[in-house]
């Protein structure tokens, strides 16, 4: 079997351009990977004017020699328009392995260890940064069936916040853990805001809602800075979804203070990144909460590690509070259920692009979630 053709298509998701790229092959089975980032999509979509040669022609089922072909091509780099691009092909690669093979893909990758994967919602909360709204959202999200939501409270804070956003901020949290109730799992998104005196004592006020962790409460990619702050405070953090390598990821952990990890299937090295990632991770008792927000392909691909993988904690999904028309763009992404994920048992990962449909929704230059701007909460930013 033989790539013969590569394509690279932009939705113009309104907060974020969706990216995917499609492999075709010479037996006719064409396999769906994605490599969507935030601003950067029109980057991602000219990394192959460079890399095609590289990857026409080749068998797609040796995807480990491919893949690893193209890392040594760019020098090894770690770049995210590359990262992104790598683990778009490897998904394809896998997508088109299992199909050929008649197998949904978790059976490529060792078979089940659970029949179905605990979700979490994000994006459920897009309008006002008012405590009242978001402790409406929350119970109806908890109505929907979810035993777990994640948001982040900070609004437009960098480094510091002052006394009153530091108290809306905490009546946010304190709304939506009453609203939620004490059964629910909440998780609270700091999205690398604060310096780390802030962090530490945000970390402390946040103790008495409980939440299931505090994310990335510091720039991630500093490590040694992420592990001062989580033991400083009497919550778990969480970190992760920025890293590009199993190397960052190693950094984080042998710290000793971090046991919930984030990596993102589009930003690792796609499934098998992915799957790498989580026996990182099992070597260091942590667990692995996958990232996810970008298109429902993300789901779907990473929905296929979690059945298989045997530390995956809960899997982040925007899906029911994403754009109206993802449903008829993407084909086949599972959906959550009673707060469960389940991967499809169709071959392959299950998802299919409708390129008609795709043009429906073209490219835009705007399409960007601003998180230090105000309002950003609301998703829609044109
Ligand atoms: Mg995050």
Not at 20 to 47: N, S
Not at 116 to 140: H, L, V
Request: aromatic fraction near 10%.
């Amino acid at each position: 079997m033989k790539i013969i053709d590569l394509k690279m298509f932009i939705v113009g998701n309104p907060w974020k351009n969706w990216v995917f790229v499609k492999l075709y092959t010479d037996e006719g089975i064409d396999g769906l990977g994605e490599c969507t980032r935030g601003l950067g999509a029109k980057a991602v979509e000219a990394v192959p004017d460079e890399l095609r040669h590289l990857i026409l022609g080749e068998d797609p089922r040796d995807i480990n020699a491919l893949t690893d072909k193209i890392r040594k091509a760019l020098f090894l780099a770690e770049d995210p328009v590359f990262t992104a691009f790598i683990s778009g092909i490897d998904i394809a690669c896998w997508d088109i392995t299992a199909k050929a093979c008649g197998q949904p893909l978790y059976r490529m990758l060792g078979g089940k260890t659970r029949k179905k994967i605990r979700a979490y919602a994000n994006g459920w909360y897009q309008g006002p940064r008012d405590p009242g709204f978001f402790a409406e959202r929350a119970a109806s999200v908890v109505e929907m069936g979810y035993t777990a939501l994640k948001f982040d409270p900070f609004g437009t804070a960098y480094m510091y916040m002052d006394k009153a956003e530091e108290k809306l901020s905490l009546s946010i949290v304190a709304a939506v853990r009453k609203a939620a109730g004490e059964d629910v799992d909440i998780m609270i998104e700091a999205h690398d805001r604060f310096s780390a005196s802030t962090a530490i004592r945000l970390g402390n006020l946040l103790a008495e809602y409980r939440p299931m962790w505090f994310e990335t409460p510091v720039y991630s990619l500093d490590t040694g800075l992420t592990n001062e702050v989580a033991r400083a405070v009497g919550v778990p953090v969480a970190s992760g979804e920025r890293f590009a390598s199993t190397r960052e990821l190693r950094q984080l952990l042998s710290g000793g203070s971090v046991d919930i990890v984030q990596p993102e299937v589009l930003r690792i090295g796609g499934i098998s990144g992915l799957m790498d990632a989580c026996a990182v991770a099992r070597s260091y008792n942590a667990w692995v909460a996958p990232h996810n927000a970008q298109s429902p392909m993300t789901t779907a691909a990473s929905v296929q590690v979690g059945m298989a993988a045997t530390n995956i904690m809960i899997q982040e999904c925007f899906d029911d509070f994403q754009t109206d028309w993802a449903r008829e763009v993407l084909r086949g992404y599972p959906k959550v259920t009673g707060g469960y994920l389940e991967a499809p048992e169709t071959s392959g990962t299950g998802v299919e692009l409708d390129e008609s449909a795709a043009q429906k929704h073209p490219y835009g230059p705007m399409n960007c979630l601003r998180l230090f701007e105000p309002g950003w909460e609301r998703r829609r930013i044109k």
